[in-house]
């Protein structure tokens, strides 16, 4: 365990963190609100910090194998989180230390989950750092420091970026570490801006534009008006859904488009299931809703945003949809399940995941009919290594295991069945919004302070792809080898 570049690379996400608190900072100055203050004392402050970390515990070795590597993505994200919950803690708009933390994991994460009742009382830089929050979280805060600092770009530090990066298999479309995270993250600026863009010319005002755009872009879902984003025009909700879609696509089909490798990135099979399914699960509730909307359109309009919020974990809702159809409800819950692409700034199970597990189950069947038969699991004309099938195998396991506990804990709150199912399903999968009491219309305020400890362990260990987080409880991981 490089213990020294572990410090090292925390004190370069301190720096980064005070460095980003700024933009809330000016964001209050622009508005005449002393809050700005709190932002720029805590970010100064972690600056300095981190200032010390990297100077004292300058490494040696610049290489991080995969233990390591996974250990100081975990600890990055709970570090960013803590020091990243003062300002609405000290501010006292948000009075609880658990629900100020909360409310901050649920931003990096980009759960978009918030025990807030009253959204519009938050001052301009609080709203502004919960946004860009799922900015930071979205695309990852190792591969922004991947991109800036040459000494973690060495071939090894792959395992920084698999820690962090969404889904089963991290491949890589350009050969150097460094020139591949600056990539990604030029990708993500210019979709993010492409949108912003886009709802300026819908007469978006510029406040409620860059924090939609920076909660799009991350697949987060915080809004900044109570009543999210039905408060705003069709066309305004079209560009939000059509974005929301755009930012759940795996970000190698962008690299091997702008690459000009038309023919391989159309070929990629994940990506047709992630259409597929959004277009099936629109027809399938716009269809069940029809009746509750006064033209087919409106029933269309609101089951795409909807769908596209959902499957890939952001969150944005225009209508209550505890008042759907059951049929919808449950589509609604399974593509909760399944998720965006690997690669992608959403969350939940993936759908290449979904596809491997399908391909390996009908593998099996086959073997029963034919035992003497040698049969592979391909994705896209490769055969996938035994090791990404026994990773996607375990993952199911531990998934299944850390759902059911978190459930069992929640339900000693005594709230119901569907709340605390929900709950869980909506925070380990990093969507926000479930069914029941946390709808798109409730929030998980009314949940005990233990029960909020059990979610935000579900949000980090959903957005960390369980691995990274639960290495950290394992004492063989610390220990001299």
Known sequence: MN????????????????????????????????????????????????????????????????????????????????????????????????????????GFTTTGSTILTDVEAL?????????????????????????????????????????????????????????????????????????????????????????????????????????????????????????MMLFGINFSVYILILAKKFKQAFRIQELWVYFGIIVLSTALIAFNIRSLYPSAYDAVHQSFFYVSSIITTTGFGLTDVNNWPEFSKTVIMIITFIGAMAGSTGGGFKVSRVILLFKETRKEFSLLVHPRNVKTVKMDGKAIDHNVMRSTSIFLVLYIGIFALSWLVLSLDQTDFVTNFTAVAANIN????G??????????????????????????????????????????AWKKS
């Open 3 to 106: 213990k020294r570049l572990i410090v090292y690379i925390l004190g370069w996400v301190l720096i980064v963190e005070g460095a980003a608190m700024q933009i809330a900072t000016v964001t209050s100055f622009i508005y005449g609100e002393h809050e700005g203050l709190y932002f720029l004392g805590v970010g100064a402050l972690s600056a300095l910090l981190g200032l010390l970390a990297v100077k004292v515990k300058k490494p040696k070795n610049p290489v991080l194998y995969q233990k390591a590597g996974f250990a100081a993505t975990a600890l990055s994200w709970i570090l960013m989180s803590f020091v990243g919950c003062f300002p609405f803690w000290l501010s006292g708009e948000i009075p609880s230390f658990i629900d100020a933390f909360y409310e901050t994991v649920s």
């Open 123 to 243: 001052s301009h830089g609080m709203l502004m750092w919960r946004s860009f929050l799922h900015w930071l979280g979205g695309m990852g805060v190792i591969v922004f420091l991947l991109a800036i600092i040459p000494r973690l770009g060495g071939q090894q530090n792959i395992f920084l970026m698999k820690a962090e990066s969404p889904g089963p298999i991290v491949g890589k479309a350009v050969p150097k570490m460094r020139n591949y995270a600056m990539l990604l993250y030029g990708i993500y600026f210019g979709l993010t801006a492409l949108e912003f863009i886009f709802l300026i010319v819908g007469k978006m005002p510029v406040f409620d534009a860059l924090n939609i755009s920076f909660a799009t872009a991350g697949t987060g879902g915080f809004g900044v008006t109570n009543a999210g984003i039905a408060s705003y025009s069709n066309y305004l909700q079209t560009v939000i859904a059509i974005f």
């Open 430 to 433: 990093n969507t926000g919004p």
């Open 435 to 476: 069914l029941g009491m946390v709808g798109p219309v409730g929030n998980y305020s009314e949940f005990s302070i233990l029960s909020k400890i059990i979610l935000i362990f579900d949000m980090l260990a959903g957005r960390l792809e369980l691995f990274p987080l639960m290495l950290l409880f394992a004492p063989s």
